[in-house]
């Protein structure tokens, strides 16, 4: 099941060692770029002080903001005609970043997707229907090479226009999807709706689920909803995009490539390491990038390292789910929760719909939060008492979840907003009234 043993399982002393060697190559390299030219000059880093792992803490590390301020191409270390291409982040958080690729980052990039999708089964017979958003977004176009490198036939459906995405998947037996979790659920209710039943009617048995924090009881209604099953897939764009690290067969935790990332976990205050076990933010640096170094960029996303092996054989460590980015953190009355939080609590509730909401205001001076959830046709229009108790059931199984209880609002399926991207979960209008 390994589509590159050597790398995948070698032992971890080597693959430390590997990463060293890769690191001072790197170091050289990012020398090139204005940033890290100045910025080495000042720290008086050279790429022969870079000799071990804990020399890499002596770098500086990079947030969104400074690949911001060095916006277009303070970090680029090749001339413009080595550069193939250019990605940017969703933009979920303020002003997009712009990264740039040479020809072998690119195939890189490229044979770390083909490396997932093989991990979990996928082989050159198969059909794989990319519903991932194309363009400047890395998710799409990132499968997309990995799957062409891998041998399968493509079919870059992109996301929405659900009609046809069936179609195409009877039409041309598509085994291998790729989706966003979001639209996944959407999918799943819209099969229903045209009562086509997927194990009967469609021929999918693997997914690819990433972008977007998801939980657990997420994945298993989409597994069951589509009859498949589905692995968990990280990366963002300052890394190059999805292939940072996805889930093996196994499904416990995703193996972060160390090949190709150093991955350390930080506390977002002290910015110190956090032990093995405990949660804290993922700080990457790319090791194998010409055009665009970057060492130790800060993520902002929480996650903990499992760093027993795996069952799998392989001997990059993982990582769990994503627990959500920093900045996604709610305050609500003084208590901190994740929007992931309510999105487990909900999915968990088998008359819950595919789609929620959740809204943050004020009301008699007091933090107030309404969770507007979709739930089914029948159940909207049964019996106003089983309403009634759906919504206290919802509210009593968030506040053991979260500890505050929210306003719970039961809506009509597809009566709320859904954005063909990542999803938008939650609208704070507090701001409004200057707090
Ligand atoms: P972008 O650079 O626009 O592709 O966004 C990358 C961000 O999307 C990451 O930093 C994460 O916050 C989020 N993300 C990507 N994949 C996942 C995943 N599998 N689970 C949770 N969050 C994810
Ligand atoms: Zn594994």
Not at 230 to 257: D, I, R, T
Request: hydrophobic share 35%; proline share 5%; charged share 25%.
């Amino acid at each position: 099941m390994f589509w590159d043993s050597y790398n995948e399982t070698m032992d971890r002393a080597s693959l430390e060692e590997h990463q060293v060697e890769l690191l001072h190559k790197t170091v050289e390299t990012a020398a090139h770029s204005a940033y890290y030219s100045e910025l080495f000059k000042k720290e008086r880093i050279t790429p022969d002080s870079i000799k071990t792992m804990d020399d890499l803490r002596r770098i500086p590390f990079v947030t969104k903001d400074t690949l911001r301020e060095e916006y277009p191409y303070g970090f680029l270390a090749t001339s413009k005609e080595n550069i193939v291409r250019l990605h940017s982040s969703s933009g979920t958080t303020g002003r997009p970043t712009v990264i740039f690729h040479t020809m072998n980052d690119i195939n890189e990039w490229t044979g770390l997707l083909a490396r997932c999708m093989y991990m979990v089964g996928v082989r050159p017979k198969d059909v794989f229907q990319n519903m991932m958003g194309y363009g400047l977004f890395t998710g799409g176009i990132g499968f997309h090479y990995g799957a062409e490198r891998l041998g399968t036939l493509v079919i870059p459906a992109g996301p929405g226009n659900t009609t046809r995405q069936i179609m195409l998947m009877k039409e041309f037996e598509t085994t291998v999807i790729h989706i966003i979790p979001s639209y996944a659920l959407y999918f799943i209710k819209t099969l229903e709706e045209m009562n086509i039943d997927p194990n009967r009617d469609l021929h999918i048995k693997i997914g690819f689920l990433g972008a977007e924090p998801h939980s657990e009881a997420t994945r298993r209604r989409i597994e069951k909803g589509l009859g498949i099953d589905a692995y968990n897939s990280y990366g963002l764009s300052e890394m190059c995009g999805p292939g940072v690290a996805f889930e093996c067969q196994e499904k416990q935790g995703m193996h972060v490539w160390e090949d190709s990332y150093i991955l350390e976990v930080i506390d977002p205050e002290t910015m110190e390491p956090v032990k093995d076990g405990e949660e804290g933010e993922l700080v990457f640096t790319a090791l194998k990038r010409e055009g665009m170094p970057i060492l130790r960029y800060r993520t902002r996303d929480l996650a903990v390292v499992y760093p027993e092996p795996c069952a799998c054989g392989r001997t990059h460590r993982r990582i769990s789910r994503i627990k959500g980015r920093a900045d996604d953190m709610i305050i609500l009355k003084g208590v901190n929760m994740y929007p992931i939080q309510i999105e487990k609590t909900l999915m968990a509730i088998s008359e819950v719909g595919s789609n929620f909401q959740i809204i943050l205001d004020r009301k008699d001076d007091n933090d107030h939060m309404i969770i507007k959830v979709e739930v089914s046709n029948d159940v909207f229009q049964g019996d106003l008492k089983q309403l009634q108790r759906l919504r206290e059931r919802i509210a009593k199984n968030l506040n053991s979840e979260i500890l505050v209880t929210p306003e719970i609002e039961l809506v009509e399926p597809n009566s709320l907003p859904r954005s063909e991207g990542k999803a938008v979960r939650v609208i704070d209008n507090r701001d409004q009234w200057g707090n």
